[in-house]
């Protein structure tokens, strides 16, 4: 069984650029999440997938981050326009149940954005 | 707001010591727990969950952890480590009521001394 998988691995861009990050999550996963870790801070949470729907995304920082999710499958993370503080591990997971009570997240590799 | 603590923010010690990593969360209702690990340029795996039962639980490569419910924590233990353990080692809390999402810690980076 294939892992979540993201790309790119890793991402370098201006200030006022726009980044397009992407997560495969595990095939017949209905629930997927991206979280980040900026530098020497803690995993946050950003928001969470059921199918192509958005179930929570109360950790989403501000309007210029967009996620989606068409047809169920993969997802997309645009940062529009990129600042300084957006650099960080970007981390989706991926996980079978619709409920949280016995729900187990797989981690992909992150993507590394870096913005100058 | 819920909260997950790791004392440790780096350890150091030799091949065959034992390890502890102490986590402690701030939230009063149930909840499930997870230790990850993230070892040198590979992606976060699961070591070992909580999600009720036995409050001893066994994970992958030796770990266990102990969740004590009156103290709020799920401390994270291995009798003997070995040089590959060397990594960052993430605690993490799903309260049940509060959907899927994860609040980690700030992680703890081990490293073994061969």
């Not at chain 1, 200030?15 to 990050?21: A, D, E, H, M, R």
């Not at chain 2, 070992?48 to 709020?72: Q, R, T």
């Not at chain 2, 809390?93 to 703890?108: E, H, I, R, Y």
Request: overall charge positive; hydrophobic content about 35%.
């Amino acid at each position: 069984e294939a892992g979540v998988t993201q790309f790119p691995s890793h991402s370098v861009i201006e200030k006022g650029q726009t980044v397009t990050l992407r997560c495969d999550p595990i095939s017949g996963h209905d629930n997927l999440y991206w979280y980040r870790r900026v530098m020497g801070k803690e995993i946050k949470f950003l928001l969470h997938f059921v199918k192509e729907s958005k179930q929570d995304e109360s950790g989403m920082p501000n309007n210029r981050f967009l996620a989606e999710r068409t047809g169920g499958t993969y997802s997309t993370l645009k940062v529009q326009p990129a600042e300084l503080e957006d650099s960080g591990v970007y981390f989706c997971a991926s996980s079978r149940g619709s409920s949280g009570s016995t729900d187990t997240q797989y981690f992909g590799p992150g993507t590394r954005l870096t913005v100058l | 707001a819920q909260s997950v603590s790791q004392h440790n923010h780096h350890v150091i010690l030799s091949e065959a010591a034992s390890l502890e990593l102490g986590c402690n969360y701030s939230y009063g209702g149930t909840v499930n727990l997870f230790w990850y690990v993230q070892y040198p340029g590979q992606h976060l795996q699961l070591l070992l969950k909580y999600f009720s039962g036995d409050p001893l639980v066994k994970g992958i490569k030796g770990f266990e952890a102990e969740f004590i419910k009156s103290k709020f924590s799920f401390n994270l233990r291995k009798p003997s480590v070995q040089w590959s353990d060397t990594a960052e080692y993430f605690c993490a809390v799903n309260p049940k009521a509060a959907g899927n999402k994860l609040t980690f810690g700030g992680g703890t980076r081990v490293l073994v001394k061969p």
